[in-house]
């Protein structure tokens, strides 16, 4: 008896030890477990963070109501397309040279070229890589880089586009009136800028876009009226808008390049009429044009503007008319993009998605 009981006792200390044993081990493996669990998921938060450090000013989920547009617009960001005389799209009348584009365009300074190939590793990197499911470096260096929409279709049957390549090979001096309501008057046509770097004037580098921008929409069931296919033609200003109205253009689109004082001045900028029947929503769609271009390209967009200024929108205030100033030829890098076929493309992408937006408003 006294044997057995102490075999008892014995096995319920090593039964108790054992127990201990255990609780011990479950307490020291249970923070591994969690400080494991843990370490996975720190990537997470950091690219949230990474996403958060992205400029606002490329969103384009929702386009700007107009009142913040107007904001952007007295707030001074705009006066850059006016502010040099070359880069009045229609004459050379000097404008408004105080208003500094320096502070605006230093954003967007890093190089689109470098960025462009970036981009295009990344997105190999992207579908070899199953445990990378979005881009990283470039929300270092360029967090706005990554087009969205490019290469996208949309439907655009039953729409007529009519795209103004802007200028021509020879300016016309001539004079006609500014607008229908004023006795002001205005160069039928004017030169145009060229490029700093590719030396390639305006007319031509907007003219061949305008052709790819036709077989884009085209292609995706668009109705596309061009003012001119060719450079050495002699269409005022007037007569442009003309043809956009005579044929009840959904869309009129005055295809420019910019032209500034500051080198470093970059970026798509967009005008409207602050005149006329569709004056209350000319912004508001113009800020759909300059964001879908945004996404698109990855460029910056610096606002719409609403002016009675050009004649070729005075002109054509009974259907949606936009001056697109499409990219700086006074800034090396965007006069070479505007060149390149590839960002050519990105641009028309942009627009067709503008078109879709504004067959479905
Ligand atoms: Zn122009």
Redesign the pocket.
């Known amino acids: 008896m006294k044997n057995s009981k102490k075999l008892i006792a014995g096995m319920s200390v090593v039964t108790g030890a054992l127990l201990i044993l255990t609780i011990v081990l479950m307490f020291t493996i249970g923070p591994w477990k969690k400080a494991s669990t843990k370490t996975s998921d720190v990537r997470s938060p950091r690219k949230t963070s990474d996403m958060e450090s992205d400029d606002p000013d490329e969103e384009t989920g929702d386009p700007k109501e107009p009142g913040q547009s107007s904001a952007l617009i007295s707030g001074g960001e705009w006066t850059a397309s006016d502010e040099d005389p070359w ?4 004459t050379s009348e000097p404008v408004d040279t105080t208003e500094d584009t320096e502070e605006t365009t230093s954003e967007t300074k890093e190089t689109t070229e470098e960025s462009t190939e970036e981009t295009t590793e990344e997105t190999t990197e992207e579908t070899t890589a199953e445990t990378t499911p979005e881009p990283e470096t470039s929300s270092e260096t360029e967090p706005s880089r990554a087009p969205s929409h490019s290469g996208g279709s949309y439907d655009l049957s039953g729409m007529v586009i009519v795209i103004d390549p ?2 021509q090979r020879h300016a016309n001096s001539d004079q006609e009136p500014v607008a229908p309501w004023s006795d002001e008057t205005k160069a039928k046509v ?1 030169a ?2 060229s490029g700093v770097a590719t030396g390639r004037p ?2 031509e580098v ?1 003219l061949e876009i305008g052709l790819r921008m036709r077989d884009t929409l085209e292609a995706m069931g668009a109705t596309v009226i061009m003012t001119r296919t060719s450079n050495d033609v002699d269409i005022s200003n007037i007569e442009r808008a003309n043809i956009a109205v005579e044929n009840d253009a959904d869309v009129f689109l005055r ?5 500034s004082d500051s080198s470093s001045a970059r970026g798509i900028g967009v005008f409207v009429c602050s005149r006329g029947e569709l004056a209350d929503s000319q912004v508001k769609w113009g800020d759909w044009l300059g964001n879908c271009l945004a996404d698109a390209t990855g460029s910056k967009y610096r606002g719409c503007s609403a002016s009675t200024t050009y004649s070729g929108l005075n002109w054509a205030t009974s259907v949606p008319s936009f ?1 697109l ?1 499409m990219g700086f030829m006074t800034n090396s890098d965007d006069d070479w993009l505007l060149s390149d076929p590839d960002y050519q493309q990105l641009l028309c992408d942009g627009v067709a998605a503008f078109c879709s937006k504004m067959k479905n408003r």
Do not use: I, M, Q, R
């Open positions: 880069d009045d799209p229609e802007g200028h004017s145009g800028t305006e007319y907007v295809l420019h390049c910019d032209a001056l100033e």
